[in-house]
């Protein structure tokens, strides 16, 4: 059952009424004196919730309607604040101390009748504002007039982009080709077999535009074709009726029939015929159910395409036979072209001359979007002044998506915006609190959500994987861009400007995020300040706000330097972000103890040293971020914070021996610095049952001043895996590799729940055989010494194995093979770097069959480094759809293209024509791109890497020694001085 969470529509109501029936059933003690007035509030609250469910999901409100859906939010807010405050004041967990005990009571005593009086007080003021609300809830008849407001547009906003005169299109015919080839290309090895392109996009990227141009251009190719509005509302009777118009089907034919008998006489009808479809503006998958059934797989080369502005339904359609594009923005030429010649009627950049940089910063805030160029340039048509461009120029915002002129662009976006659920709209709506062009860290953003309550439960995940299921879910309909994205996943976001625009707006007419200038250091509004985002320039010392503005602020990010405020109004605050107040020092924070409810503290400034140890008084702190501060040592109290968690420090800050142990919520720790005289405190994180992720950063370079060794560390790893449920372990080292590591100790001696492990920096001598039965593992990074086909056999086992990325000097016996056996059934991703020259690559046919992105870095001086290989055998990866190499070569003067010399820059192209060549015969023609680097001359190069090799021989003697001495092996230790000879 999902919990009760916070959001736009409805405000804190659900989590409230929660909260109020559990002091009913659990806290009845507390309630002395006020439990009749809490009952009246539930039961009058709880009958008046689904009419505000109702209003805060509809589009269109009278005005009416409206005050009332907000004077109820906001009454809730109020009252949750009145209990919260209530169950803080009343709740004594002081504890008795000696012969004080009896004066102590007395006074906890008195504080409580004072609090129970103030709160009294409260409650029967908030229970008069219900009883008028409710009076006006009945005397109007809200949710009947409210259903009666339609959702839908009375004119479809996309029509003009289905008769869009070509001529006015600008950057749209590079992507029409790529279409029109996408469609021509072979599907499962025969062109005949029937083919789904989808387009996705957002919302005004021009996917409707494109689709028609595609159809208007290629429709003749084929017997019968048909283009079809899909829409948010499908009817499927309707969009049946209208493909049988397209591909040839009488009128009257098809007017009365029902759903079955169009799905028939369509099958019938199109069974012998190349046909050409094309679905417009698809927003869920069911209507596609019914809508396929009327479309046979005749093998006759019939395609369809498929718009929309969600990835995971364009994968849905594509998945089986089929491609996805993913609309890109235009570039900025494109973008300037088709701004000018919608604004004065001609591409000649030189009519905007006199405009100076005003129209590059227009189009800096359309980023390519071409609704918005065109929208803009309708605003400023025949107007040449630059201050009409000026004026247009700060309009755009809040007071441009008023601008009357915008309408049909901010109804598109409407679209996209009303159709996602409603944790969605208050998840989307939250990116408001960021400036324009900001990177917002997944993590931070996931973590923000969980402090202000807008991610529900479920059992069997962890809030922060639901969290991670929004945000995948917003970039999937398009609404948040990815950025950084590794393995599947984007680490941070975006919001397009357009969008950010239409999401403050939004944000401001719900009253959920208060923006405000220090500049200005002024509002007015006639509701209460929920959450405060500050943006405070360059100016010091600024007083922003007065305390009755603060004192039922819930989450309060400030944007550059601190500002005078005083935290101790702020008893509701749950999110405190200062992590971009560079400006902060201890005195900001002095009072932190104070805020009571705080979930989340984020600081990142190097002025900060130290936290107090007030910060144990925060019961309910669930976030802290301290990265970026210079804080060494984390204070005692610490261990107080039970709910602590995600924790986030710097690599030099010190725990005290037992604290890790204590902290039973951990879910994630990162940057985790372990010097040799705390590699106990590893001991202690088998007492973590809750945690999920931890990166340690070991401090291996201190070792040897400590008299220590790291084996001693890494003994623990096994005990770890085993004890904790890791899903993501990542180890790093300063000094890349300067340890070798043995693996085979590490075995879990309990079912491991490992998703992602990532060891960088140091060196793995082997891959332990137990590695290949980690049924969960789907990440692996790892840096060898040298790649053995043992290696390669058992990192292929590992039955779950996405995305792989090794680093190595090298194979042993000068290669690396990979076979056409059973192994790596299911990767997707393959990076290989290999820093050593002389070793030979190559993929057996079979290998690998759904690997569809590969990176390979290599070092190739001469024909001797190739060691016979120059294609690797990527012919035979026959799912790739991307691939990257990297070639570093020597640095010499004369380019001449000779593949033979060995002093030639030539063998770099070479490699490259020889890989070109083996890609061009793939089905999916994959998109390749070569980087070169020119380093120092071979000769040079290897005798640097002899010397390095040399060390680590000795390096790699030392450490085996040791493990003579601690019963490991002599097999092994001749194994590894097999594999150096082999290496070397």
């Known amino acids: 059952m999902k919990s009760a969470i916070v959001s736009v529509s409805m405000g804190v109501m659900e989590p409230l009424l929660s909260k109020l029936s559990k002091l009913m059933e659990e806290e009845y003690d507390k309630l002395r004196g006020v439990s009749k007035q809490i009952k009246f509030l539930r039961d009058e609250l709880r009958a008046m919730s689904p009419a505000l469910e109702m209003l805060g999901d509809a589009r269109d409100l009278s005005p009416l309607m409206r005050d009332w859906r907000n004077e109820l939010r906001e009454l809730a807010y109020d009252m949750e604040d009145c209990v919260d405050s209530f169950l803080a004041r009343v709740d004594d967990h002081e504890q008795h101390h000696g012969g004080l005990a009896g004066i102590l009571g007395l006074f906890r005593k008195f504080k409580k009748m004072v609090a129970r009086h103030e709160i009294a007080c409260q409650i029967e003021e908030l229970k008069k504002r219900v009883m008028e609300v409710s009076e006006r809830h009945k005397r109007y008849n809200f949710v009947e007039s409210g259903s009666s407001h339609s959702s839908t547009c009375l004119v479809d906003p996309r029509l003009p982009a289905l008769y869009e005169d070509i001529d006015r299109l600008v950057g749209i015919d590079g992507s029409r080709k790529h279409i029109i080839e996408l469609l021509a ?31 208007n251009t290629i429709k003749s190719q084929f017997s019968c074709a048909a283009f079809v509005s899909v829409s948010q509302s499908p009817d499927v009777g309707r969009i049946l009726r209208d493909i ?91 973008s300037k072209r088709l701004l000018f010649k919608r604004s004065f009627g001609s591409e000649n950049l030189n009519h905007g001359t006199h405009l100076g940089s005003v129209p590059d910063e227009i189009l800096r805030k359309c980023d390519g979007l071409p609704l918005a160029i065109i929208t803009i340039s309708s605003i400023l048509r025949d107007q040449h002044t630059k201050n009409e461009w000026d004026r247009v120029l700060n309009d755009i915002g809040s007071a441009f998506a008023k601008n009357p002129a915008a309408g049909n662009m901010t109804t598109i976006l409407s679209l996209s915006y009303f159709d996602i659920p409603r944790h969605l709209k208050t998840c989307l709506l939250y990116l408001s609190v960021f400036p324009e062009d900001y990177e917002i860290e997944k993590q931070r953003l996931i973590n923000r959500w969980i402090a202000e309550g807008f991610v529900h439960e479920e059992e069997g995940r962890t809030k922060y994987e639901i969290g991670e299921s929004y945000f995948n879910d917003l970039t999937n309909r398009s609404m948040i861009q990815p950025v950084d994205i590794k393995y599947g996943e984007a680490k941070a976001c975006r919001v397009h400007d357009i969008i950010l625009d239409y999401i403050k707006c939004e944000a401001v007419k719900e009253n959920f995020v208060t923006s405000l200038d220090a500049a200005e250091h002024a509002y007015t509004s006639e509701y209460k300040v929920h959450r405060l985002c500050v943006k405070n320039g360059d100016e010091e010392h600024v007083s922003l706000w007065q305390s009755q503005i603060l004192s039922h602020v819930r989450s309060v990010t400030v944007f550059g330097q601190p500002v005078k405020t005083s935290l101790l109004p702020s008893t509701a605050l749950r999110v405190l972000d200062l992590g971009d107040c560079g400006g902060m020092t201890e005195h900001h924070i002095a009072s932190i103890g104070t805020l009571f409810h705080l979930k989340y503290l984020r600081l990142c400034s190097r002025s900060i040293t130290k936290l107090p140890e007030e910060i144990g008084e925060l019961q309910h702190l669930q976030t802290l971020d301290v990265r970026g501060t210079r804080i060494d040592e984390l204070p005692p109290t610490i261990i107080k914070l039970q709910h602590l968690a995600y924790l986030y420090v710097n690599h030099h800050t010190r725990f005290q021996d037992g604290m890790i142990g204590r902290m039973h919520s951990l879910e994630e720790l990162r940057q985790y610095g372990v010097l040799y005289k705390q590699r106990k405190s590893l001991q202690e994180f088998s007492n973590l049952t809750k945690l999920r992720t931890l990166e340690i950063r070991l401090q291996c370079y201190l070792f040897n001043c400590s008299g220590g060794r790291p084996e001693a560390i890494f003994s623990y790893f096994g005990t770890l895996l ?24 590490w075995h879990p001696t309990a079912p491991c729940c490992l998703r992602k492990l990532s060891i960088t920096s140091c060196c793995v001598y082997k891959v332990p055989n137990w590695m290949g039965s980690l049924g969960n593992l789907e990440v692996l990074e790892l840096l060898f010494i040298c790649v053995r086909p043992e290696d390669v056999e058992i990192l292929g086992a590992i039955p779950s194995l996405l995305f792989l990325e090794l680093t190595t000097t090298g194979g042993s016996n000068r290669r690396i093979f990979i076979h056409g056996n059973n192994g790596f059934r299911i990767l997707k991703y393959f990076s290989l770097f290999i820093t050593g020259c002389g070793t030979s690559l190559e993929f057996e046919e079979g290998s690998m069959p759904k690997l569809e992105h590969i990176k390979l870095a290599l070092p190739v001086h001469n024909m001797e480094c190739l060691n016979g290989a120059s294609n690797f055998g990527i012919q035979h990866l026959s799912a790739l759809s991307k691939i990257e190499v990297k070639i570093s070569g020597n640095h010499i003067s004369d380019t001449n293209y000779d593949p033979m010399n060995d002093n030639d820059d030539g063998i770099i192209r070479y490699v490259a024509a020889a890989i070109d060549a083996a890609v061009n015969t793939l089905p999916n023609r994959p998109t390749i791109r070569f980087e070169t680097e020119h380093r120092v001359h071979c000769e040079h190069f290897e005798c640097v890497l002899r010397k390095a090799n040399q060390r680590l021989r000795g390096l790699l003697t030392e450490w085996f020694k040791i493990w003579q001495i601690k019963g490991g092996q002599t097999e092994q230790v001749t194994e590894v001085q097999t594999g150096q000879e082999a290496l070397l």
């Open 185 to 215: 290309m072979e599907s499962t090895g025969s062109s005949a077999k029937l083919k789904v392109v989808s387009i996705v996009g957002c919302g005004g990227l021009g996917k409707t535009t494109l689709a028609k141009q595609v159809f």
């Open 244 to 334: 049988a118009k397209g591909v040839g089907l009488s009128d009257k034919t098809a007017q009365d029939d029902d759903e079955q008998q169009l799905i028939d006489k369509l099958r019938e009808h199109l069974q012998d015929k190349r046909y050409f479809v094309v679905l417009d503006d698809v927003w869920n998958t069911e209507a596609w159910k019914f809508i396929k059934l009327a479309l046979p797989k005749n093998d006759l080369g019939s395609r369809i395409i498929a718009t929309t502005r969600n990835a995971a339904i364009a994968l849905s359609f594509s998945s089986q036979s089929g491609d996805v594009y993913q609309m890109k923005p235009l570039s900025f030429d494109d």
């Open 722 to 745: 085993s004890s904790c449920n890791l899903h993501n372990l990542s180890i790093s080292d300063y000094q890349t590799g300067r340890y070798a590591l043995l693996l085979d100790p």
